[in-house]
């Protein structure tokens, strides 16, 4: 298996929802991320996570909180956000401490009303 | 401070012609370089990397040539076909103690004309 799976593709939300985005791999890679993209910009890095614990976190607002349950899922739990936090949640996994191998799931669309 | 920027925002391309994207990058420290491809409505998809001890790597249809002295790559894609159509990042890579870190450049279009 060599594929990032996100779910939902698509999630739309309310402001006082909570909802949680969903990522997983089986490909053994030991650090996960989560990134933002806006339409017609490149991902921005949000978190890293080296071996199920969270190594890097890009000052991301507290309304996204984000999940290691186990080596191979990726949460991420979303509380109060505002319709600016409209984009496309990308997943990615790689081999930790290693340049190559990156590996990007589709991502999740997500809207907030 | 680290940042990696393309000088491009859309190529628009003859299909069948060679396509040259570039990207600009400030920290004389980067080690790694990707191009990725990114396809609308999907994530993005690896094309061709390079250390920075190398100048130039070929791939199939892909070259990407690394100017360390000017601090500029650029991803030249030969005999351009409607299936290139997309946008293009280049990315450093950076492993720190506390884990990887992959920055993207701002991205660039390319439109392949029939």
């Known amino acids: 298996d060599t594929e990032v799976t996100q779910t939902p593709k698509h999630l739309v939300m309310g402001m006082t929802n909570k909802k949680s985005l969903k990522c997983e791999q089986h490909?053994?890679?030991?650090?996960m991320y989560w990134y933002k993209q806006k339409a017609k910009k490149p991902p921005e890095l949000m978190f890293v996570?080296?071996?199920?614990?969270?190594?890097i976190n890009e000052s991301v607002p507290s309304r996204f909180s984000p999940e290691c349950p186990n080596s191979s899922l990726l949460n991420l739990h979303l509380h109060a956000l505002q319709p600016e936090d409209s984009a496309l949640y990308l997943c990615?996994?790689?081999?930790?401490?290693?340049?190559?191998?990156?590996?990007f799931g589709s991502g999740t669309r997500l809207t907030v009303v | 401070g680290e940042s990696v920027g393309l000088h491009l925002p859309t190529l628009s391309v003859q299909e069948g012609d060679n396509s040259i994207i570039n990207c600009a990058y400030s920290n004389s420290a980067s080690d790694y370089f990707i191009w990725y491809k990114q396809e609308s409505g999907k994530g993005p998809q690896f094309i061709i990397d390079?250390?920075?001890?190398?100048d130039k790597r070929q791939g199939q249809r892909v070259t990407v040539l690394l100017n360390k002295t000017v601090k500029h790559l650029s991803l030249q894609i030969a005999a351009t076909q409607p299936g290139d159509s997309a946008v293009y990042f280049c990315a450093e890579s950076r492993i720190k103690a506390a884990g990887n870190k992959l920055t993207f450049g701002g991205g660039t279009r390319v439109l392949v004309k029939p």
């Open positions: 490909m053994g890679h030991r650090a």
């Open positions: 990615a996994s790689s081999h930790f401490g290693q340049h190559y191998g990156y590996t």
């Open positions: 996570y080296s071996y199920e614990k969270l190594s």
């Open positions: 390079i250390r920075s001890n190398m």
